[in-house]
């Protein structure tokens, strides 16, 4: 079993910069590609980013690719997400996920991760 808490949400001004944090625990998070994915109101959950196990291969999606950056320090099974230039458009939750499937295949799952998070609300105002 493994326990995922995201925190580091918050209200911000357009431009300006937050950063997220997944506090996993239980079984060893190294054993599971990490995801963060975000759901808008009356909006489905999108994906956001992705990262593998050894953290050396991340995927973005288009919308946040050159200003979001996803990482993870193993040591601390805990994964961040840096998100820069945030925009209105990103304001939702944000969820922290993790799987046994690959980073690759994680990106395009709609549902169905062995393990998510409770989320942590973003709001960027204009």
């Known amino acids: 079993q493994v326990q995922l808490v995201e925190s580091g949400g918050g209200l911000v001004q357009t431009g300006g910069s937050l950063r997220l944090s997944c506090a996993t625990s239980?079984?060893?998070?190294?054993?599971?590609?990490m995801g963060w994915f975000r759901q808008a109101p009356g909006q489905e959950r999108e994906f956001v980013a992705t990262i593998s196990r050894s953290g050396s291969t991340t995927y973005y999606a288009d919308s946040v690719k050159g200003r979001f950056t996803i990482s993870r320090d193993n040591a601390k099974t805990t994964v961040y997400l840096q998100m820069n230039s945030l925009k209105p458009e990103d304001t939702a939750v944000y969820y922290c996920a993790a799987d046994r499937r690959t980073a690759q295949e994680l990106r395009f799952m709609k549902g169905g991760m062995d393990y998510w998070g409770k989320g942590t609300l973003v709001t960027v105002s204009s």
């Open positions: 239980g079984r060893t998070s190294s054993s599971y590609a």
